[in-house]
């Protein structure tokens, strides 16, 4: 698998995210500047990782939404190659319009910093197939601005469509207000583009991913991602 | 020119920032505060004289960046 890290200034999750891309596909991925306008030849998945992109100024994500190097993300996905976003690459994501909604402040207006329940809801995309549909998975959030909302004709569609991928939820999956960490629309943690080639979530699953340093349950993405890979090629 | 672009949150979507001030203000003891919404105003200079064309110009960088028309309405306004 031959992915791509795309570094915007203020970021600060990208030598965590190539670090684990190369720990668990085995490939050194490349790291694509700001203002690059062509991803490397070959490029399968385009990551955008977390951190503060511009110091979230204007509105988290903004303005990296519109770096040169988005437009050829953008013609990336279009070709239906694969694109991962996580945390401040969730909302740059949705800024630039391949993913749709926003994500606003943090409902109870903290930025949470701890490990959360994940409920993968299913287990039949690139991203996804490294679990199973209905498994419960731990890994850490940080973030001030997770809030996910769209209106509710755009809900109703993803829910419709199955396009929700991650729900916070309890240790057993129950979804209940109390899990909902930043008081998400339908507990959404992570969502599917139309076409299911583009995938954005809030949590870190690149930080559980070594048992040196606790829980690796992030590692399934990363291995069902090079699965994906292995088996296209 | 000089011209104002004021960018505030839609109808329906929730604003805990405004709510915290809202809270903030009724602590303080203001009297008749009953709810307040937070937003955001650019003061922005442009090159031309013609009103229209600011407007149109800046009518395109707030679709284009200064509000999320998802969550946001804006307000153009050319103040000469």
Same mark, same amino acid.
């Given at each position: ?57 204007l509105r ?17 996905? /279009?070709?239906? #190659?694969? +694109? *991962? $976003? ?8 949705? %800024? !630039?319009?391949?993913? @749709?909604?926003?994500?606003m402040r943090?409902?109870?207006l ?35 601005e997770?809030n ?44 599917? /583009?139309?076409? #299911?080639? +583009? *995938? $954005? ?8 991913? %070594? !048992?040196?340093?606790? @829980? ?18 | ?5 004021t960018v505030t949150l839609k109808t329906?979507i929730l604003d805990p920032q405004g709510k915290a001030i809202e809270g903030a203000l ?7 505060v009953?709810s307040v919404r937070q937003g955001k105003v650019f ?24 509000a999320n028309?998802?969550i946001e309405n804006y ?6």
């Amino acid at each position: 698998m031959k992915s791509a890290v795309v570094v915007f200034p203020g970021i600060n999750r990208e030598r965590d995210m190539a670090r684990t891309l190369k720990l668990v596909s085995g490939t050194e991925p490349s790291m694509v500047w700001h203002a690059d306008t062509e991803l490397p030849p070959g490029t399968d998945l385009v990551v955008v990782p977390g951190g503060f992109s511009y110091g979230d100024y204007l509105r988290c994500g903004a303005i990296a939404a519109r770096a040169p190097i988005m437009d050829a993300v953008r013609a990336h996905a /279009s070709r239906g #190659g694969l +694109v *991962l $976003g996580v945390c401040n690459g969730f909302q740059i994501l949705c %800024e !630039s319009g391949l993913l @749709p909604g926003v994500l606003m402040r943090n409902a109870a207006l903290r930025f949470i910093c701890k490990d959360v329940y994940l409920r993968v809801e299913r287990s039949d995309t690139p991203f996804t197939r490294g679990y199973n549909a209905g498994q419960v998975i731990r890994v850490p959030v940080a973030h001030g601005e997770g809030n996910y909302v769209a209106d509710s004709e755009t809900i109703t569609r993803l829910e419709g469509d199955g396009r929700v991928a991650f729900r916070y939820a309890g240790p057993d999956g129950a979804l209940d207000k109390k899990w909902n960490i930043n008081g998400a629309t339908n507990a959404i943690a992570g969502i599917l /583009s139309e076409r #299911g080639n +583009v *995938l $954005g979530l809030m949590p870190h699953p690149e930080n559980h991913v %070594e !048992s040196d340093i606790g @829980p690796t349950d992030g590692r399934g993405l990363f291995a069902g991602l090079t699965q994906h890979f292995a088996k296209v090629a | 020119m000089k011209a104002r672009v004021t960018v505030t949150l839609k109808t329906g979507i929730l604003d805990p920032q405004g709510k915290a001030i809202e809270g903030a203000l009724k602590s303080l003891g203001i009297a008749g505060v009953s709810s307040v919404r937070q937003g955001k105003v650019f003061d922005i200079e442009v090159d031309g004289a013609d009103r229209a064309h600011v407007e149109a110009a800046l009518k395109d960088a707030a679709d284009k960046l200064l509000a999320n028309t998802v969550i946001e309405n804006y307000r153009v306004e050319v103040l000469g």
